[in-house]
């Protein structure tokens, strides 16, 4: 299930293989990641989208070894420049974190300690990874940092407290902190998520920057196809804790082969195109981790099962397997040539019988869209 | 910072002045005839009674005998009874008819004792609670903080005033494991008579309260390990004791300091049952005696007291406040 | 044209800053927002964008007197709702409702369902008693929740329905305008496009005029066909969708167009012009003198620094007679922020 995505002959900086991440918890066991495989090259740039709790965060703190071992289950294999992260000793994990590795996360309000200076935060990863680091240095490598990140006046910034900064500046002392080792991997969890959109720009294009100068391979996880559509070389798409597409940006993008994705993009509006035209929604809620659907997890709000003969989206999961563009893009559905099919036809949903993962809840989210699809 | 004090302080004295206003207007009105109090063996005649209240200025007005009292305490005043005429000096908290002495000296004689058990049980109690409570939080959900959760509920469960007798009565007098109980002044006297004298209560004090700092101390921490921040402490590769003590715990303390203002006060106050217990001639053993025989002014004078350390101590909670978190400006 | 159902003019509303010595004095006032004038005709949507702090919650709140506005004129079917006291406002009420960002914190978790919905309706006894569960258990239908879920609480259902009960709420009075204060931002994407969907059907089947908060400019764009944009605590530009969207003529305008990440924009790949502002938004306490903007503006010249730009009328072309105002002193119009498909082609 894992061959190829690229056939490329450099061995990639980051492999993620078979990937299963599980929290036992007093309700059941929540299958947050399953069975997910991803590369990322040096200077190469990969984005995760996906719904709320479609487990990217948890996959890429796998990768980071921050899970708390003693409550979380996880198998298969994580690669760092070739080195095997499952199952590495604390110490050890702790040599590569934010040194080779390094994490961007969303709201850098919570995620920058209040009490301590941004500049004593910035060298505190600096001083973990070289020993013997003297006060002089280390401020100067926290302005020097600041500088780097584009931080005016980082000399008088660097003793300043996180809440004296504005939401842009402390994303920037964010990124900061996490490049201060020089790291070759930079994981990104919804980095522009909690700002505005002329500050996200800032900060994505700091981004591209800092990659394009340093060569560093960059994992952007969003929830913004927006996002994806500028910043990432190749898109992997998860849903329900698994990967259903995985293939260059632009390519995923403009040629979805998964019914999901393809929803996805036709349920946000954009900048251009006729702003009349109605939105198209995926009905339904995304699934419970606890009790995911049998077969395909996007079954029960997929609108294109009719077209799978003998039931068997409810029946079996699909593989992740090419479709028809390509090795090089791969995609977990049973519907064939999807994406001729998603292309040409509209999703059919039937009437209100669906009630996707909500164990507890009342029924269904009922259909918002029968008027379009009385007629189709 | 400056005006943020000077307003804390204005409203704390508003306070002060409020909390003396209602005890003179309860005394004073209160089935206690204070005159009474003043009686040879509890029995006066009417005639007898009228010259006491005239001498005390019982018969004046409530507010002018207010007025009265509120002067002693800021500028001292001069107390007759009879042929007595007396000098109450600054801070006048009356003078006790029981005991034929002035309350202030009196109580400034007992306060060391009591600031000592105070001080004593905090280091405690400070440095056990908080100190298993990490411990705890760290552990959380293993043997390891299920044993100390279990072990801390138990002990919380059982009165204190039983194991500090048991303590006083096995320890001390049994089989004799500590010193005698009692209050020897550590720099008049002997330090380490001091040290030894107090041992015990600090223990027994000290550890009663642990059980609630550990309590207080492990779920603050455990919040605090669950912040974001601390996961990028981690991310950043600090080790796990340096993401907890450093990062995790700095925060975790500010909840508990706040506590310990309250705590910390209210043992200054007085605690009785250490006090009685060990033998410890302390404020609280005061402040009981004096309910026992009615009297007014040293009963009035003690709850004051514990009053103003309310007050004084929320204003050092807030100033530890801003000390702490650099988010808080005073 | 009819007169319309809402007109604001010259909305004021600061929050005094208050100073941390002994004698907490007033030393300065938060510009929430400062003199903004619209309109908004029966059945209209108005959008309004900006960034983070510009006051757009604040022009909501003042509209439905949660916040008294400092001063102004806010003329609602005709009546100055700005000096009426809480008691005389009412009657008024009813007709302007609010639907909050956040389905979660907007819900009281101990209340059913029914009981949400109903308030409004037994408050105000426009039905009577025997018959409000079936008008509430009309509006949930309406909203897409199926009606024999009115006794469930709200933690039972998922943000989407949450949102759909707020809205159900909201209805319940049958309002003349309703003021969505970022109804979809804490949802889903999938998600969001349900609620939009029923909001806009809604709009349509009752002619509800909208006052429609949101910082995610496509959604503005789908749900408005009136779009003032909003910077500091003024309005900077209003006019109707294609004018803003394809020829803004605000520097701030075309430079939060111009720094939305768009999937269809890199499909198109066509020419797009880059704009970056440098900084932040400044601080509303002190706003930069003459024009707000021009502190992060590369056209900015001295008389933006002396002189506050009026929002004025641009005239003629394509534009007039569409109420297309702008508050810039170098206005122009830009079209190539947003690549056509057929610029594209072009
Ligand atoms: N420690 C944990 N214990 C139990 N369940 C967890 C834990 N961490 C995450 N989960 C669950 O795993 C699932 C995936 O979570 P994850 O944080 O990866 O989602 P996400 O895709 O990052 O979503 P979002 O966009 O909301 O950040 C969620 O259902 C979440 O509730
Ligand atoms: N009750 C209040 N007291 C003092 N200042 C306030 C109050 N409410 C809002 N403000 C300030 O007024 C300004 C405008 O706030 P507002 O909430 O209207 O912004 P917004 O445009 O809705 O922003 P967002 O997109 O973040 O919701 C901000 O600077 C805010 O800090
Ligand atoms: S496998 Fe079936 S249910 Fe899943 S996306 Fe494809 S068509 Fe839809
Ligand atoms: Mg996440
Ligand atoms: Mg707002």
Same mark, same amino acid.
Not at chain 1, 22 to 35: C, L, S
Not at chain 1, 57 to 71: C, I, K, P, T, Y
Not at chain 1, 160 to 187: E, T, W
Not at chain 2, 15 to 27: E, I, K, M, N, Q
């Given at each position: 299930m894992t061959?190829?995505?690229?056939?490329?002959?450099?061995?990639?900086?980051?492999?993620?293989?078979?990937?299963?991440?599980?929290?036992?918890?007093?309700?059941?066991?929540?299958?947050?990641?399953?069975?997910?495989?991803?590369?990322?090259?040096?200077?190469?740039?990969?984005?995760?989208?996906?719904?709320?709790g479609s487990g990217k965060?948890?996959?890429?703190?796998?990768?980071?070894?921050?899970?708390?071992?003693?409550?979380?289950?996880?198998?298969?294999?994580?690669?760092?420049?070739?080195?095997?992260?499952?199952?590495?000793?604390?110490?050890?994990?702790?040599?590569?974190?934010?040194?080779? &590795?390094?994490?961007?996360?969303? $709201?850098? /309000?919570?995620? *920058?300690?209040?009490? @301590?200076?941004?500049?004593?935060? #910035?060298v505190e990863g600096y001083k973990a990874h070289h020993s013997g680091v003297s006060k002089k240095t280390a401020r100067a490598k926290a302005v020097e940092m600041l500088e780097r990140v584009g931080i005016p006046q980082p000399n008088?910034?660097?003793?300043?407290?996180?809440?004296?900064?504005?939401?842009?500046?402390?994303?920037?002392?964010?990124?900061?902190?996490?490049?201060?080792?020089?790291?070759?991997?930079?994981?990104?969890?919804?980095?522009?998520?909690?700002?505005?959109?002329? &500050?996200?720009?800032?900060?994505? $294009?700091? /981004?591209?920057? *800092?990659?394009?100068? @340093?060569?560093?391979?960059?994992? #952007?996880?969003?929830?913004?196809?927006?996002?994806?559509?500028?910043?990432?070389?190749?898109?992997?798409?998860m849903y329900g804790g698994r990967c259903v597409e995985h293939g260059g940006g632009k390519e995923v993008l403009t040629h979805p082969e998964m019914p999901y994705t393809a929803g996805l993009l036709s349920s946000v509006p954009d900048l251009v195109g006729d702003p009349r035209e109605r939105l198209h929604p995926i009905p339904g809620t995304p699934p419970s981790l606890l009790s995911p659907p049998r077969g395909c997890a996007f079954n029960p709000r997929c609108g294109y099962t009719h077209l799978v003969p003998g039931e068997m989206c409810t029946r079996e999961l699909p593989p992740l397997e090419s479709g028809g563009r390509g090795s090089a893009h791969l995609k977990r559905c049973h519907l064939t040539d999807s994406g001729t099919v998603l292309a040409e036809q509209l999703p059919v949903y039937a009437g209100t019988a669906m009630d996707p993962g909500e164990p507890a809840g009342p029924t269904a989210e009922p259909d918002p869209t029968p008027k379009e699809n009385a007629g189709e | 910072?400056?005006?943020?004090?000077?307003?804390?302080?204005?409203?704390?004295?508003?306070?002060?002045?409020?909390?003396?206003?209602?005890?003179?207007?309860?005394?004073?009105?209160?089935?206690?005839?204070?005159?009474?109090?003043?009686?040879?063996?509890?029995?006066?005649?009417?005639?007898?009674?009228?010259?006491?209240?005239?001498?005390?200025?019982?018969?004046?007005?409530?507010?002018?005998?207010?007025?009265?009292?509120?002067?002693?305490?800021?500028?001292?005043?001069?107390?007759?009874?009879?042929?007595?005429?007396?000098?109450?000096n600054v801070p006048c908290l009356g003078y006790s008819f029981k005991k034929f002495e002035m309350v202030t000296p009196f109580l400034l004689d007992r306060f060391p004792a009591t600031l000592s058990i105070a001080l004593g049980a905090s280091v405690v109690f400070l440095t056990v609670g908080v100190a298993v409570g990490v411990i705890s939080a760290r552990n959380r959900g293993k043997p390891l903080d299920r044993g100390l959760q279990g072990f801390t509920m138990l002990a919380t469960a059982i009165p204190y005033y039983l194991v500090a007798l048991l303590a006083f009565l096995f320890l001390v007098s049994k089989w004799g494991l500590f010193p005698t109980t009692e209050y020897v002044a550590p720099f008049a006297e002997s330090f380490s008579g001091w040290f030894k004298g107090m041992l015990l209560a600090w223990l027994v004090l000290g550890l009663f309260y642990t059980t609630a700092y550990v309590r207080y101390s492990r779920g603050s921490m455990v919040e605090a390990l669950n912040e974001d921040y601390v996961r990028t402490a981690r991310a950043k590769g600090l080790t796990d004791r340096r993401v907890a003590l450093k990062h995790a715990l700095r925060a975790a303390l500010v909840p508990v300091v706040t506590i310990f203002g309250l705590d910390f006060a209210t043992i200054l106050a007085g605690t009785i049952f250490t006090e009685r217990i060990f033998n410890i001639q302390g404020i609280g053993l005061e402040a009981l005696q004096s309910i026992g025989q009615q009297d007014l002014p040293v009963i009035s004078a003690t709850v004051l007291i514990a009053a103003t350390f309310v007050v004084v101590s929320n204003i050092v909670v807030d100033v530890a406040y801003a000390a702490l978190d650099p988010r808080v400006r005073l | 044209m009819s007169e319309p159902l809402l007109e604001v003019t010259d909305l004021v509303k600061h929050f005094p800053v208050k100073s941390s010595g002994f004698v907490r004095r007033t030393i300065g006032q938060v510009q929430a927002i400062d003199g903004i004038s619209f309109s908004i005709e029966k059945g209209e949507s108005l959008g309004l964008v900006g960034e983070s702090g510009c006051g757009k919650s604040t022009t909501g709140r003042v509209l439905t007197k949660l916040y008294e506005p400092t001063s102004g004129s806010m003329k609602f079917d005709g009546v100055d709702l700005a000096p009426l006291s809480q008691k005389q406002m009412l009657p008024h009420r009813k007709d302007i409702q609010l639907i909050f960002q956040d389905p979660y914190s907007s819900l009281n978790p101990r209340h059913t369902v029914g009981s949400i919905v109903a308030t409004p309706l037994r408050t105000r006894q426009v039905v009577p008693e025997n018959k409000t569960m079936d008008r509430v258990k009309e509006l949930l239908e309406v909203v897409g929740l199926n009606p024999e879920h009115y006794n469930r609480y709200p933690s039972d259902f998922s943000g989407g329905q949450r949102q759909r009960i707020g809205i159900a709420r909201a209805l319940a009075l049958q309002p003349k305008l309703m003021i969505a204060d970022e109804p979809v931002s804490a949802l889903d994407v999938s998600i969001q496009a349900q609620v939009i969907n029923l909001l806009q059907d809604l709009q349509r089947e009752f002619g509800i005029a909208f006052l429609f908060i949101a910082h995610d400019l496509a959604i503005v764009r789908h749900f408005c066909p009136r779009i003032a944009v909003m910077y500091l605590g003024k309005i900077v530009e209003i006019g109707d969708r294609d004018t803003i969207y394809e020829r803004p003529h605000h520097p701030y305008t075309q430079a939060l167009l111009?720094?939305?990440?768009?999937?269809?924009?890199?499909?198109?790949?066509?020419?797009?012009?880059?704009?970056?502002?440098?900084?932040?938004?400044?601080?509303?306490?002190?706003p930069p003198s003459g024009c707000r903007f021009r502190t992060r503006c590369w056209k900015a010249q001295d008389i933006c620094a002396k002189e506050e730009p009026p929002l004025l009328q641009i005239g003629r072309g394509p534009s007039a007679g569409t109420g297309h105002q702008v508050a810039c002193h170098f206005a122009e119009p830009n079209t190539s922020i947003i690549a056509t498909p057929q610029s594209h082609s072009a």
């Open positions: 061959d190829m995505h690229h056939p490329s002959s450099t061995p990639a900086f980051l492999e993620v293989d078979d990937l299963t991440v599980r929290f036992p918890t007093r309700d059941g066991v929540v299958q947050a990641v399953t069975g997910l495989s991803y590369k990322v090259e040096l200077g190469k740039t990969l984005g995760i989208v996906g719904e709320s965060s948890v996959s890429s703190l796998a990768v980071m070894g921050l899970h708390d071992l003693e409550r979380t289950d996880i198998t298969g294999s994580i690669k760092v420049e070739g080195q095997e992260v499952v199952g590495l000793s604390e110490n050890r994990m702790r040599k590569l974190r934010g040194n080779a &590795v390094s994490m961007i996360f969303q $709201d850098p /309000l919570t995620a *920058l300690h209040p009490f @301590f200076t941004i500049g004593d935060q #910035i008088r910034r660097v003793d300043d407290y996180p809440h004296q900064f504005s939401g842009g500046m402390r994303q920037r002392a964010m990124i900061a902190m996490s490049l201060v080792n020089d790291p070759k991997l930079i994981i990104a969890d919804e980095p522009t998520t909690a700002l505005d959109v002329t &500050v996200q720009a800032q900060i994505l $294009d700091l /981004l591209q920057e *800092l990659q394009r100068d @340093f060569g560093s391979a960059i994992v #952007i996880i969003t929830h913004d196809l927006g996002v994806v559509a500028e910043m990432a070389d190749e898109v992997l798409v | 910072m400056f005006g943020y004090l000077l307003r804390r302080v204005i409203s704390g004295i508003l306070v002060l002045l409020a909390v003396s206003f209602v005890l003179f207007t309860v005394f004073a009105k209160g089935p206690a005839q204070p005159a009474l109090a003043y009686c040879s063996k509890g029995v006066c005649t009417a005639e007898q009674l009228d010259i006491i209240e005239r001498n005390l200025g019982l018969d004046q007005p409530l507010l002018q005998q207010y007025g009265t009292y509120i002067k002693g305490v800021v500028a001292g005043r001069e107390i007759n009874s009879g042929t007595l005429s007396l000098d109450c | 111009s720094a939305v990440p768009d999937v269809k924009q890199a499909e198109v790949g066509g020419r797009r012009d880059r704009i970056r502002l440098t900084g932040d938004v400044p601080s509303p306490i002190n």
